[in-house]
């Protein structure tokens, strides 16, 4: 294509899903060239704390973010999606890139790709659908199996139609080339708050979006109670806003440690998370915010999804699974309706703490 070539992107938006959708991403500005003007398309919806913007400005992957708002009322979806249209009309686009979630339905893959189309991209890119037993693939027991990580899934559509992949480069490690100024405001910050840095950092990520991802928060402080009376490190609580109560509780129990929840925008984030020797936290989007930096993660993982799918991208980490018969549920936002929560609960203090100490010793800590 030519070299003014206009490209759309789309994804979904959140902090984790923007995380998993860089190799993509990086395959994409790879074939079009550096050159090629790339939009992000991503939506807006309530809840939604992170944009892509955050995430990747400054990257040289996406050239501009266009938002779009997810309404719950559906005339208001009507009225914004033929609004869209129109804006979409109006800019020209080459083609159009699909990074959705890979467990789409077929009917609404299917859907977007009308979409795109009536909004004038005649160039569709990424759209391919994948079998039902390669997104759910089941073991023996009928339980969930493991399947391949979803930033794979997308590379894999990409693929498919024509767009040259490396598995090698594109799930490189670190994903986020840092501004300098997150650096130095991470480092002006640890330098005000830590009372011990001579001793390395390791951080800790007791909350998360949805509810069925949850650890209880008594676990978190005695796994971090543990860590303070071995006093070989010094404890960083990271998270956003929503997390800045529960840090506080957590340091004051503790009598030691730093409450960062809420204190760094996500890139402000990802330079406190750099400076780690590991960090432990559940299945959300400052886990993958740590991966995404090469920083290995206690990851607690719960059993609504397939094993593998969300986990956190890269070598060395210890995942935690407690498997239930209940597992495979895909709960979106909604708490766990079984009693006590098990492939939660199922993951012990013990557990934890043997995991983190094994991660404490790869690093001589």
């Not at 109006?90 to 009536?118: C, G, H, K, Q």
């Not at 391949?148 to 997308?154: D, N, T, V």
């Not at 650890?215 to 990271?238: A, K, S, T």
């Not at 935690?320 to 098990?342: D, F, T, Y």
Request: charged share 20%; hydrophobic share 45%; with cysteine.
């Amino acid at each position: 294509m030519r070299a003014s070539t206009r490209v759309l992107a789309y994804q979904i938006g959140s902090l984790g899903d923007t995380i998993v959708t860089i190799p993509a991403l990086r395959a994409v500005r790879r074939h079009f060239g550096p050159h090629a003007h790339i939009t992000l398309l991503h939506e807006v919806r309530t809840g939604l704390v992170t944009t892509p913007g955050q995430v990747l400005d400054g990257l040289g992957l996406v050239n501009e973010f266009l938002p779009y708002k997810i309404h719950a009322q559906p005339i208001q979806s009507y009225l914004s999606a033929a609004a869209l249209i129109i804006r979409l009309k109006a800019r020209r686009f080459d083609a159009v890139i699909y990074l959705a979630p890979s467990e789409r339905s077929v009917s609404r893959v299917r859907r977007d790709a009308f979409f795109f189309r009536i909004s004038g991209i005649s160039h569709r890119i990424g759209f391919g659908e994948f079998p039902p037993l390669a997104l759910h693939p089941v073991d023996a027991k009928g339980l969930p199996a493991s399947v391949p990580h979803e930033a794979w899934f997308r590379l894999e559509r990409l693929r498919r139609d024509g767009i040259d992949i490396s598995v090698e480069s594109d799930l490189s490690k670190p994903f986020l080339s840092l501004p300098q100024r997150f650096i130095d405001q991470t480092e002006q910050w640890l330098s005000v708050h830590r009372a011990s840095p001579q001793l390395p950092l390791v951080a800790i990520c007791p909350g998360c979006k949805q509810p069925a991802n949850v650890w209880p928060i008594e676990r978190f402080i005695e796994v971090g109670r543990r860590l303070v009376q071995q006093g070989d490190v010094e404890l960083v609580v990271v998270g956003g806003p929503a997390e800045r109560e529960m840090g506080q509780r957590m340091v004051e129990v503790w009598g030691a440690g730093l409450n960062a929840a809420g204190v760094f925008p996500p890139l402000g984030s990802a330079a406190l998370l750099a400076k780690c020797a590991f960090m432990v936290g559940v299945d959300t989007g400052t886990t993958h915010l740590a991966a995404a930096q090469g920083v290995p993660c206690v990851a607690l993982y719960g059993c609504r999804e397939e094993p593998g799918r969300f986990y956190p991208l890269g070598d060395g980490h210890i995942v935690l699974r407690h498997s239930v018969p209940c597992a495979g549920c895909r709960l979106i936002m909604q708490p766990c309706p079984v009693n006590e929560h098990p492939c939660m609960t199922g993951i012990t203090v013990e557990m934890v703490w043997q995991a983190v100490q094994a991660m404490a010793h790869n690093f001589g800590t």
